[in-house]
C-alpha cells in the first residue's frame, strides 16, 4: 500500500520515511503482535540507545521489507517523535507555501488496528489536479513546489543520513 502510494505519485512529490523509536522494543514494551517480518519471525529490538543501533534497525526493516521510500533517522533525542507524534504510523503531507512557510496539510494514521491510505491518495489526486500535474511528464525541477527533502525547513528534526547509504 505504501509502495504504491510512493510510485504513483513520486514524480510529484518527495516522500521521506523517519524511522523513529522502536514501537515495541523487547526492553520496554514487548508484544506478541508487533509486526513480523516477510520470514514469518517476530521483529524484536532493544530501545536504541545509539544511533548506530536505530541505523541497524532501520537498515533490516529496509532489507526485510524491501521497502523502497527513502528513509532518515529521528534523532537519539527523538526530537522528530516529540514534535509530531508519528507513533505507531502516520503520513503527513507537508507543503512549502509562495511564502516559503511550510504547513502539515494532512495527516493519516491508523483506525481500528489498520492503514487506510485513502485521505492521502485522495489528497494527492486533488493536488494533481489542482495543479495541473501530470506525473508521467514531471521532472525534477518541480521540487521546490512541495519542498525538497533536502529542505531544512521541511525536516529539521530528523537526521538527514539516508538509510542504506553505505558508510
Not at 39 to 57: C, L, M, N, W, Y
Not at 66 to 76: A, E, H, K, Q
Not at 141 to 165: I, K, L, R, T
Request: charged share 30%.
Amino acid at each position: 500500500m505504501l509502495h504504491s502510494l510512493y510510485e504513483d505519485n513520486k514524480a510529484m512529490a518527495d516522500f521521506l520515511t523517519v524511522y523513529i523509536l522502536e514501537a515495541h522494543a523487547v526492553d520496554e514494551w514487548p508484544i506478541s503482535s508487533a509486526r513480523y517480518s516477510p520470514k514469518g519471525t517476530p521483529v524484536s529490538f532493544a530501545q536504541h540507545k545509539e544511533i548506530r543501533e536505530r541505523h541497524d534497525a532501520a537498515q533490516q526493516f529496509v532489507t526485510d521489507f524491501n521497502y523502497c521510500i527513502p528513509m532518515v533517522l529521528d534523532t537519539m533525542d527523538d526530537e522528530f517523535q516529540k514534535a509530531y507524534a508519528p507513533w505507531p504510523i502516520r503520513i503527513y503531507i507537508v507543503e512549502k507555501e509562495d511564502s516559503g512557510e511550510v504547513r502539515v496539510r494532512v495527516i493519516g494514521f491508523p483506525k481500528h488496528a489498520s492503514y487506510d491510505v485513502s485521505i492521502v491518495t485522495r489528497y494527492m489526486q486533488y493536488r494533481r489536479e489542482y495543479m495541473d500535474v501530470d506525473a508521467s511528464d514531471e521532472d525534477d525541477d518541480n521540487e521546490a513546489d512541495y519542498g525538497s527533502q533536502d529542505d531544512e525547513d521541511s525536516m529539521d528534526h530528523a537526521d538527514s543520513s539516508p538509510v542504506g547509504a553505505t558508510h
